[in-house]
């Protein structure tokens, strides 16, 4: 979870060998990924919505981008879903 004031980013690892947790990073970080140990190749997923394979000799950089996504909310602050979704035992 990620405080929508914070200018970060959030690298989270689908299916990972080992337990890996979602790593935040500030958001003038380029992270550069090289798939060292790839036999033949792989598939990798963006936001659940795009898809594409690579090889050994790739290279993938994760940058913030210069385009901005607008979002609208109503109702409620983010606090308040957040306390929603997640309630403490106290309040059971």
């Given at each position: 979870?990620?405080?929508?004031?914070?200018?970060?980013?959030?690298?989270?690892?689908?299916?990972?060998?080992?337990?890996?947790?979602?790593?935040?990073?500030?958001?003038n970080s380029t992270i550069v990924?090289?798939?060292?140990?790839?036999?033949?190749?792989?598939?990798?997923?963006?936001?659940?919505?795009y898809q594409t394979t690579i090889?050994?000799?790739?290279?993938?950089?994760?940058?913030?981008?210069?385009?901005?996504?607008?979002?609208?909310?109503?109702?409620?602050?983010f606090y308040r879903r957040l306390?929603?979704?997640?309630?403490?035992?106290?309040?059971?």
């Amino acid at each position: 979870i990620l405080d929508p004031g914070l200018d970060a980013f959030i690298l989270t690892p689908s299916c990972p060998l080992i337990p890996t947790p979602p790593i935040v990073f500030p958001s003038n970080s380029t992270i550069v990924i090289h798939p060292v140990k790839l036999k033949t190749k792989a598939k990798i997923s963006i936001d659940g919505q795009y898809q594409t394979t690579i090889t050994k000799t790739d290279t993938i950089t994760i940058k913030k981008s210069r385009h901005y996504a607008g979002l609208v909310r109503f109702g409620e602050s983010f606090y308040r879903r957040l306390k929603n979704r997640f309630p403490s035992a106290a309040d059971e």
